[in-house]
Structure formats: C-alpha cells, structure tokens
C-alpha cells in the first residue's frame, strides 16, 4: 500500500538557520506533491506544490525538491523566524490525496 | 466567498448513536475530501469525491459513509459511534487543473468526542 514517511516527528532550529524537513514515500508514482503548514487547533494551509517533471519549486523563504528517483521530497525553510514554527505536512496523490504525519518544526530565538 | 464551511464545530456524541457532519463549499470545486486527526497524528482519508455522484474510500472508511448529491455538499456520516472515532474531523476541497494548483482547501474543523 502507499506509504508516506516524515523524516522525525520534532525538529529544532535555531533562528536564522535553514530548516531541512523530508517526506519520502514508497509504493507510489504522484503527478505532483504539496506541502502544507498546520498551527494547533488550524485545519492545514497550502504552501506549495511541485510537479514531478519539476525539480524544484521556490517560494519566497521556502523551497521544495522532488527526486521522483529517490521518490523523496525536501522542504526547506531559509533565514528561519519563531513565527515558522508550526508542523509541516506533505501530500501527495492526484485523486486520492493522503497525508504523511507531519513534522513539528520548533525555532529557536 | 466563505470557502468551506464545516458543522457543527463541537459535539458530543453517546457511543451506538449516529450523526452526520456537514460540509459545503461555494467554490464549484469538483474535488472533496473528508479526514480525521487524532491528536498529535497527521490526516487520515476517510473518503472523497472526484464530483456530484461518485464517492471512493479512503484510508480508513470504516464506520463512516459518504454521499454526494450536489458540488457543494459532502456529508460524512457516523452510524454506530465507537470511542475509537473521536477526532478532528476535517473537509477539503479542490480543483485540480493544468491551470490550478491543485490545493486543497480546508475547513476549520469538527472535533467530535464519543462517549
């Protein structure tokens, strides 16, 4: 069955730093994959989503890379603030979108 | 445009009784989506639609049914309650297309407690 990995469950950084989140699935060949951002008690919030012909996908402070290869995606946040902190999902799916269990990103001042 | 919008936002509910959660979306999405959060989880697909009239399950559609008579409304609803499906749930939608995104949005939540 499909299977969505979120590298750890809590990550701290320290203010300023760039934050490096990974998703990797297995049993699976998405068209695209998106990121989203969830504060507590919040439904999620779309970041950004890269097509699998895309390498990479660039949004203000954040990033994203798709490896179809290595069937893993890389979200970084750069010139990290408190304000990023919140946990970070990704998804992936064309019809049936499921959801890997997210990564709760704490930075640091 | 008030997006989705998902009732109730509470409710307490007696273990064996049933109850429907509502979701509308005034956005003329084809696409919606119906998950649960348990605490400190990700998203869970329940079940979702790819328009008026076709319905597919999700990841754990057990307990739950779905249908989906009009574009705007995507009901889940809870026969039997069991302690097991107390959660936040959540609706979604989207429009998927060469020119869209692809997103999904989502709405506030309902968190539902089965006693």
């Known amino acids: 069955s499909q299977k969505i990995e979120q590298n750890s469950e809590a990550l701290n950084i320290q203010e300023g730093k760039t934050a490096t989140l990974t998703c990797n699935y297995t049993n699976y060949s998405p068209a695209y994959l998106q990121w989203y951002r969830q504060d507590p008690g919040r439904g999620p919030v779309f970041l950004l989503l890269?097509?699998?012909?895309?390498k990479e996908k660039r949004k203000e402070r954040l990033k994203v890379t798709f490896d179809t290869t290595l069937k893993q995606s890389l979200f970084h946040i750069t010139a990290s603030q408190p304000a990023d902190s919140a946990t970070y999902l990704c998804a992936l799916g064309d019809d049936k979108i499921i959801f890997g269990k997210g990564t709760r990103l704490h930075i640091l001042p | 445009n008030a997006g989705v919008t998902q009732t109730p936002k509470f409710h307490i509910l007696k273990i064996g009784q049933s109850m429907t959660l509502q979701c509308t979306q005034d956005m003329n999405h084809n696409y919606m989506y119906w998950y649960r959060q348990d605490p400190g989880m990700g998203l869970k697909l329940i079940y979702y639609s790819v328009g008026a009239g076709i319905t597919d399950k999700g990841e754990v559609p057990n307990g739950y049914n779905v249908s989906r008579s009009t574009t705007e409304d995507f009901p889940l609803r809870l026969e039997l309650a069991a302690p097991s499906q107390t959660s936040v749930y959540f609706c979604?939608?989207?429009?998927?297309?060469?020119?869209?995104?692809?997103?999904?949005?989502f709405g506030e939540g309902s968190r539902l407690t089965v006693l």
């Open positions: 979604a939608s989207s429009q998927p297309g060469l020119t869209n995104t692809g997103e999904l949005f």
């Open positions: 890269i097509r699998e012909n895309e």
